[in-house]
């Protein structure tokens, strides 16, 4: 990220979320389908952490938690 002036953790967030829109599908889960563009768009602002809540929430559904 340092080398890449913050690039490199845009790429990351909206990867990472589609690889979690994938991962719903495989399990027939409700996708939302705004959440790589909702990941950009915060991940942009400086406000990431509040995309890594909201993915992990969706992974604590994977589990039923």
Do not use: D, H
């Amino acid at each position: 990220t340092i080398v890449t002036c913050g690039l490199y953790s845009l790429y990351y967030e909206y990867k990472f979320a589609m690889s979690m829109q994938e991962v719903q599908r495989s399990r027939g889960m409700q996708v939302n389908e705004n959440l790589p563009v909702l990941a950009l768009v915060l991940a942009f602002f400086g406000v990431a952490i509040v995309t890594w809540a909201i993915e992990q929430t969706e992974i604590n559904r994977w589990y039923g938690e």
